[in-house]
């Protein structure tokens, strides 16, 4: 059902469906495949040719000077300095804790098995420029990239049709120690980091947000470089009960809902009396909301208020729904955490609003969205180390073990597979191993036991 003139509608939980489809037509595909097709081949003139296509700025540097950083730095608002310097110290403190060490494991018979845990060479951060500039975007991408070791960090960032950057990325820039800095945006700045031009060094990975061009270059040019994810519009889910204040729960929503007309807001909720108090909060709320056009039409199109008979319901929708953000706004949210199997970050209690975690608490804010909680996670160290298998056997070990390799490596049909076992051992074979070099080889495919007859 639905008010007239209220925003979000009231319906069943098993009505509604999070996952949003972002209309991308072949035209758009094309210009990006274009665009990343002329970097490659013409380097820093394509990338100053779009520059000025799309962002209306000409100028022939593309790297912000390090002085510029500096001064950024200098003149910002000392309240705005010392929120940045909290925030970077929380942010880093908890990805500290997601550091992987090496490790390897000799055994009794000599063989030593373990992983390499090392970090990538080269990053590449997009910071969107578009319909708000986000300081919080470089603190939560380049951090985790500094915890696990990264060597080089280049951040690209769209610019205005001056030349210039939002002075709060370049502060949040300095701030992180980060001077390699370009006025580069849109797919012609991915595209930049993963081919690389006279100016722009090709990077490893290149990982933060941007608009529908960005994620569908990011999409492009992966297996070329490695990419965070192609991240959709942002989303929250809140689960109350009665016990829960219909502003907060109002005010919740609307934070998500003022990203992106194609966020998503919805309360998941056992109370009929609490639905229809959120439904009116809202529109109070938007009354003076300085986003309330984007707030409105996202919360339109994409927002709900779903009804569900019982908590066993509700927290299997939210399980359904596999957002981005859920927060647990019931009288034990903690009972509650343990059933949750899908979400990219959950906020229990009252005094855990989503915008904590935006900025401030130290959990990555660059979370799965549409879905994808299911399968996937947030942003963190882990994503900028690779991991290396090391095998050292022991003499002992290979021939303890060759007879069971050659069985198999000849049962796949990969003759010269057994013979790289056996070559070890030719001196030896048949009196240790008892595996003959000149045994007869399985056909392909042949995964018979012994005893096994045709039929």
Request: proline residues 6%; charged residues 20%.
């Amino acid at each position: 059902m639905r008010g007239a003139g209220f925003a979000l509608r009231i319906r069943p939980a098993a009505s509604y469906d999070l996952r949003r489809d972002v209309d991308v037509h072949e035209a758009e595909r094309a210009a990006v495949r274009a665009i990343l097709e002329a970097v490659q081949a013409e380097g820093d003139a394509a990338v100053r040719r779009f520059t000025a296509q799309f962002d209306g700025w000409d100028g022939a540097e593309l790297r912000v000077p390090p002085e510029q950083l500096a001064r950024a730095w200098r003149e910002a608002d000392p309240a705005f300095r010392a929120a940045l310097e909290a925030a970077a110290a929380n942010i880093r403190a908890f990805h500290e804790r997601q550091r992987r060490a090496s490790w390897f494991e000799p055994t009794a018979t000599g063989t030593v098995l373990g992983q390499l845990i090392r970090p990538l060479d080269r990053v590449g951060v997009y910071v969107p420029g578009g319909r708000a500039a986000y300081p919080s975007t470089v603190l939560m991408n380049v951090i985790p990239a500094q915890v696990a070791g990264v060597g080089e960090i280049a951040v690209v960032t769209p610019p205005g049709p001056d030349g210039g950057v939002h002075p709060g990325i370049l502060v949040a820039c300095h701030l992180l120690g980060v001077d390699e800095v370009y006025r580069v945006g849109g797919a012609q700045a991915v595209a930049a980091l993963a081919y690389g031009t006279e100016t722009i060094r090709p990077v490893d990975k290149i990982v933060g947000p941007g608009n529908v061009y960005v994620a569908l270059a990011k999409r492009e040019v992966f297996g070329r470089v490695g990419i965070d994810a192609v991240a959709g519009p942002s989303e929250i889910v809140v689960l109350a009960d009665s016990t829960a204040d219909a502003r907060q729960v109002a005010a919740d929503l609307l934070s998500q809902a003022e990203h992106d007309p194609l966020a998503a807001a919805v309360l998941v909720t056992t109370d009929c009396a609490l639905a229809a108090a959120v439904q009116a909060e809202v529109e109070r709320q938007l009354a003076d909301l300085p986003r309330a056009a984007i707030a409105r039409e996202a919360l339109e199109r994409n927002g709900a208020i779903l009804l569900a008979a019982s908590l066993d319901e509700a927290v299997e929708t939210v399980n359904r729904l596999a957002p981005e953000h859920l927060e647990l706004l019931v009288a034990d949210p903690w009972a509650l955490l343990g059933r949750i199997r899908h979400a990219g970050a959950v906020f229990l209690g009252s005094h855990s609003p989503e915008p904590v975690g935006d900025y401030f608490a130290g959990p990555n804010h660059v979370l799965p969205t549409n879905g994808t909680a299911r399968f996937s996670s947030g942003l963190s160290v882990h994503d900028f180390v690779k991991v290396t298998n090391v095998i050292a056997y022991s003499r002992a070990d290979l021939v303890a073990h060759a007879e069971p390799i050659v069985t198999l490596a000849r049962a796949e049909g990969l003759e010269a597979h057994a013979r790289a076992v056996l070559v070890r051992l030719e001196a030896s074979a048949g009196r240790e191993t008892g595996v003959a070099v000149t045994a007869p080889r399985a056909e392909p495919g042949d995964f018979r036991q012994k005893g096994d007859r045709d039929a």
